[in-house]
Nanobody, 121 residues
Framework: QVQLLESGGDLVQAGGSLRLSCVAS????????MGWYRQTPGKQRSELVA????????NYADSVKGRFTISRDNAKNAVHLQMNSLKPEDTAVYFC??????????????WGLGTQVTVSS
């Protein structure tokens, strides 16, 4: 009922920047929170990178504080992740995550398919 479409992943050199975007579409009444997680090869669980609530409150992983900035465009049901000063250890598949209220009044929580970020040293 809700789809998340990510974009912006790429290959970049260490020290460079990328901007990830995620747009939610479907039978959405409102979105409670949106965020980004990442998963590296060999790890079973994704790591929270950053999240933002409908009111604009943010939470970041310690490893990205000061380098990454999350923002929302509520009118477009979109979330962006500006990543600066990228490091090789930021290499991962980045997944968009959202919690939403859909038009029938029920809650939805889901994931996008992911976008690959590769940082070369």
């Amino acid at each position: 009922q809700v789809q998340l479409l990510e974009s912006g992943g790429d290959l970049v050199q260490a020290g460079g920047s990328l901007r990830l975007s995620c747009v939610a579409s479907g039978r959405i009444d409102s979105i409670k929170s949106m965020g980004w997680y990442r998963q590296t090869p060999g790890k079973q669980r994704s790591e929270l990178v950053a999240e933002i609530t409908s009111g604009g409150g943010t939470n970041y992983a310690d490893s990205v504080k000061g380098r990454f900035t999350i923002s929302r465009d509520n009118a477009k049901n979109a979330v962006h992740l500006q990543m600066n000063s990228l490091k090789p250890e930021d290499t991962a598949v980045y997944f968009c995550n959202a919690e939403a209220l859909i038009l029938d009044g029920s809650s939805w929580h889901g994931w996008g398919l992911g976008t690959q970020v590769t940082v070369s040293s």
